[in-house]
């Protein structure tokens, strides 16, 4: 890991946390953050033991203020520079979406460009009651770089996802819990403990059952419909008889026999 993304541990709740450590720059992204949440991510993925993940920025004031401008400005000059550059972070973005466990959005406030796309990339997404979010790209005569438009369509809907494109409104918190870009709206100091409550619900279950769902329907938004069908059938197949499939079962006759 390194300084801007700190990366810390539950174990008894099976639970990673990802801070994006950079409150004095407003948690914008840099080159350090973009490689800090790549490592965090990767050793969330490698260590058995984590079942979900949170994201979340230091500081009770932003999440994540999108790109860090000041770094960005000075480095990228050419198409081809700025191209690498959002490349980097959209693949971040990309391996969020996809990861293989859970992944929770704890907005502990203004989620500003970019960090709205860093919220959409996650599965879930629990905010603050202070929090804020906007795509405000188009305000700086720019776009949204790292992918996340495409995931604020799959979220929201194109209708919604195209006016916060294109006007770069910014929604509050009740807001955009009721376009269903939040899940929920928690009071701030609620916050943290919410995300690991939610995470709690599903890490509580068999990590082979809930893995293999999540990648279901990640599956399921570019597969034929038929194919998604058939990779259910075969999922419940690969399950059945697991340990925690026959713990259940033991459970479940021993509770009918004893009515019996």
């Not at 920025?57 to 000041?70: E, I, P």
């Not at 879930?124 to 438009?149: D, E, H, N």
């Not at 938004?221 to 713990?247: I, N, Y």
């Amino acid at each position: 890991m390194n300084d801007a993304v700190r990366f810390e541990m539950d174990l008894e709740r099976h639970l990673a946390i990802l801070r994006i450590d950079r409150p004095e720059a407003s948690n914008a992204v840099n080159t350090q953050v973009m490689e800090g949440l790549a490592k965090g991510l990767q050793r969330a993925k490698d260590d058995r033991d984590v079942r979900a993940v949170i994201l979340t920025g230091a500081g009770a004031r932003v999440f994540v203020a999108g790109g860090d401008l000041k770094e960005f400005h000075s480095e990228l000059q050419t198409k081809e520079q700025v191209y690498a550059k959002m490349s980097q972070m959209r693949e971040v973005i990309q391996t969020i979406a996809d990861f293989p466990k859970p992944v929770i959005a704890a907005v502990n406030g203004a989620a500003r460009g970019g960090g709205g796309e860093v919220a959409a990339a996650c599965h879930f997404r629990v905010a603050a009651q202070s929090a804020t979010v906007g795509f405000i790209q188009v305000k700086l005569g720019v776009s949204p770089g790292w992918g996340g438009l495409a995931l604020l369509t799959r979220i929201v809907g194109r209708q919604q996802a195209l006016w916060m494109a294109l006007s770069g409104e910014v929604l509050d918190a009740a807001a955009a819990k009721a376009i269903r870009f939040f899940d929920e709206v928690v009071p701030d100091e609620q916050l943290i403990e919410r995300a690991k409550s939610m995470a709690a619900t599903f890490t509580a279950h068999s990590p082979q059952a809930v893995q293999g769902l999540l990648r279901l329907m990640q599956e399921a938004e570019s597969l034929p419909l038929a194919e998604s069908m058939e990779r259910e059938s075969q999922l419940v197949a690969s399950l059945w008889g697991s340990p925690e499939h026959e713990e259940y079962l033991q459970a479940f006759f021993a509770r009918r026999g004893r009515k019996e």
